[in-house]
Structures are given as C-alpha cells and as structure tokens.
DNA sequence: TGGACGCTGCTTACATACAAGACCTGCCAC
DNA sequence: GTGGCAGGTCTTGTATGTAAGCAGCGTCCA
C-alpha cells in the first residue's frame, strides 16, 4: 500500500528493532535470536543479522559470537557520555546562531511546542516532539546534519530517560523550559538562550541519575557476562 | 601465528577497507564490488557485505541498490559537519579537566610529541600521532570515550586533509600547536588551552578549505549519481 | 555429595545459491 | 544517422546450507 515497497527488508527490520529496543518494548536483556526474529518478521536471517550487526554498532544490541544477540543493558557510562556530547554540540550550535531565524523553522518550532502542551500528551509522542523540537534549534543553526550523530550515539540516553519516566512527575517542566529556550533564541538574547538549554538539559541528566540512585538495578553494568536466556514473546 | 586468530573476517575485512578508504588507497568514486572484494581478499561474499554496509553507515561508501557500491566522493558538507563537530567536543572536554592532571596521560601526550618532532616522519604516521594526541587530550577530561563517536563521523575531513596535504608546507606547523596546546593545559591555563586548541582546529579547517578552492574538482559534491565505474586494482 | 565428562541443542559466522533489477551494448528499423 | 528495443551481464538483496563453538544438563564415577 502507498507508495513503497521499494524499502528494503533491512532497512525496515533495523528500524523496527530500533524502535522496540529505545521504547523499552525489547528490555535490556532481552534475547535476539537471529532464526527467531526472521520467523517473527517473515523474513530471512540475512535482513535480520545485518539488523543487529548495525544495532551492535550503535550500542544497543550486544552480539556474543556463538552464543546470542541480546539487548544490551543501559550503562551509566554510555548515558554519561551520550549526555556529555550532546551538551557540547547543542550549545555550541547556539554560537552560530544567525542574526536573522529562518522563519520556517521557527514557525515549526512554535507548532512543535502547541501540541507538546495538548493535554493527555502520550509520552511516546512527547519523545517524538521533543526529539524535533531539539533537531529543529540544531538547523537554526545550520548544523541540523549533525543531529543525526547525536541521535546515533544517545541511544543509551534514551532509554535511560524512559527508565525513569514511571517515577516522573510529566513532562510539563519539560515543555516549560522548551518554551524559555525557544522565546530567549527569538528574541535574540543567545546567552540567556545558552543557559536555558543547558539546565535544561542538566535537568533532564538530573532525572535521569534520580532514577539511577533510587533503581539501580535498571543500570546494571554492563560487564561482558551473557544474560540469561528469557524468551520474550512479544511480536504481534 | 600470535594470539588471535579470534578476530572475526568481518572485522579484518572493515577495517582493511575503513584504512583503504581513508588514505585515499581506494579513492573517492572507486568501485567495491562485493564479488571482486571477496575474491581479492579471500573470504566469501558475506563479510564483506556486512563491512559495506557498516562503512555505508559511516558516509565512507555509498550503495546503489543493484548498481553498485562506491567510495563516496568528499563531500564538503561533511567535512564541514565534522568540523563542527569535532570542535564542539574537544572544546567542550576542556571545560571538564579537573585541576589535577592524570600523570600517565601527561606522559603519554609529551612522548607523543617527542615522536611528532622526530626527522623525516612519514606522514601517515604523523596522521596516527595527531589522533592520540586529540583523543588524549579529550581522556585527560574524562570523556575519552566521546571520541569513536567524533572518529567515527570525521572521515570525510580525514580524507580532505590528505586530499591537501601535497599542497601543505609540512605539519610542523601543527605540531608546534600541539606543543602550545598541552603546555597551557600542564600550566593550568585552560582559557589559554581553549584558545591555542580552536585556532589550531580552524587552522587544519582552513587548510582545507584552500585546497578546496584550489582544486574544487577533488570535493565534487555527492548528488546521487553513479560514479563511472572504473576497476582499481590495488590488492596486494 | 561433588566433580568431571560428554552429549545435545542452541547460537552466530561464513559460504553459497537464487532472485530481481539496472546498465550497457549491439542490432535493427526508420 | 538516429532512436528504440532486446538480451546479456553485471550488480546488490535475500534465502538457505554448512561449519564451528559455547552452554547447560544429565550421567557416571570417586
């Protein structure tokens, strides 16, 4: 139906694992097993394999040669660091702010933000808003490609935030500051702009390490030992 | 002979390709077909392929569904994006260097230069000496692990770098940055460190951006069209 | 009771066979 | 000469077969 099916399989299934894996849809742990996926997925091994070699690369799916594929657990280090670059490259970004916005990005931006305030917000679309809304200050600058990089290596960053998002008190706050950051950047205060998103993004690191004190059970390290073999049925 | 032969063919086989590319041994437009590349390096189709699609990943190849896969022309864009990118971080690591260096590191940054200054360097290892001294630097901060994330996007600024390096008055000029750089982090000043590293990384920019304009042709814009496909026959 | 050994069943790694599409070349008609 | 069509040959995409290795469990022996 509609206009494709000149997708490939690969790049289908690869998103599908993605999208299961940073949902927490796939636990940390979870089992990969190439001949269950392509069964599941309909598909050959040879789509899927490739799927987890590239997940593997990214961090997300930890391959045991002659043992297993499996989700990988969300290590502190790896949020650390995902947290660490995506500071540098956003607020660096902000210093190649142009004198005059690109209007369409700004209108997207004040559109973006309408609809993170619609009440009954489901947090998966929240995450999707808020990953635009953060790619779209990135283009003002015109740096919106390097997006894709940070996207690439916060994967653990992600999850980590759902992890805690059970003992969150909503997003609200979040979109609060959204606001803060995006009104300082029209109106051309930078500095105030900078400072905005840094707490901001602070913050969202802070409620990342409340959940890691108060569930540090979600964060085990990741030490090279095989989980244990949990058969997780939930493809549809 | 040695330790390993652990080492999987997939991993020999990308990283063979991965240095290929990035000397500029394959350049950029050259053919990869599967079939000859796993002929030529005696293993079957299918590690190769994987290591396709992980350099496919990196913006080193591009492949054309049915067509064929390339070494990707160098794209300007690109390097302009790792540029930024690269600055944002390292400048940003700085920030975070505590005030007690870490002495193993101070040590293997000063031998690192001492080998920069030896006579007659050759210049891909004065390019391998330039990588661990940026990656120490970004250690001393604690945030080494944030440099795959920056090597694994600069390829095409590696490969514009060589690209400009027979119209370049030799590296001693970079060296002597390097020397500056980590003289002012021993010494304490970091707002000094901050400064001498930006202009030494806008200096390796503009030398590129030289080259650029004295030989556009080499920076041909990536379009999507198919590169003429020539056999290049450099397997030992 | 405890430890070692071997079998069984799973896994990924690699090799190969098959399918489907794009490009080029040469022929043919006009 | 020129445009168009057809076929052959290349390509990557996918499916499947084969190999090799780890793990877990049961058994056997001390």
Redesign the pocket.
């Known amino acids: 139906m509609g206009q494709a099916s000149t997708r490939?399989?690969?790049?289908v299934v690869y998103e599908t694992l993605r999208r299961k894996v940073l949902t927490l849809e796939l636990p940390p742990g979870a089992?990969?097993?190439?001949?269950?996926l392509?069964a599941a997925l309909?598909?050959?091994?040879?789509?899927v394999?490739?799927s987890?070699?590239l997940l593997g690369e990214e961090g997300l799916v930890r391959?045991?040669?002659?043992?297993?594929?499996f989700v990988s657990r969300v290590d502190a280090e790896r949020v650390a660091d995902a947290q660490f670059l995506r500071e540098a490259v956003e607020l660096a970004a902000f210093d190649d702010i142009p004198g005059t916005l690109d209007p369409d990005v700004i209108a997207e931006l004040r559109a973006n933000l309408e609809q993170q305030r619609e009440p009954g917000l489901d947090i998966e679309r929240f995450f999707a808003l808020d990953e635009a809304f953060h790619h779209g200050l990135l283009r003002l600058s015109g740096h919106g490609r390097a997006w894709s990089t940070v996207v690439a290596a916060k994967g653990h960053l992600d999850r980590a935030r759902r992890l805690g998002l059970h003992e969150t008190n909503g997003v609200g706050r979040f979109v609060d500051e959204h606001h803060a950051i995006l009104d300082a950047v029209v109106s051309g205060d930078i500095s105030s702009a900078r400072a905005s998103l840094r707490s901001h993004l602070r913050a969202v690191f802070d409620d990342i390490e409340k959940t890691r004190q108060r569930s540090p059970e979600l964060f085990a390290a990741d030490d090279g030992t095989?989980p244990?073999?949990r058969s997780i049925a939930v493809w549809e």
Do not use: C, M, Q
């Open positions: 490939s399989n690969r790049s089992s990969l097993s190439e001949n269950e392509a309909g598909v050959s091994r040879t789509p394999r490739e987890l070699i391959v045991f040669p002659k043992v297993g594929s095989v244990v073999r």
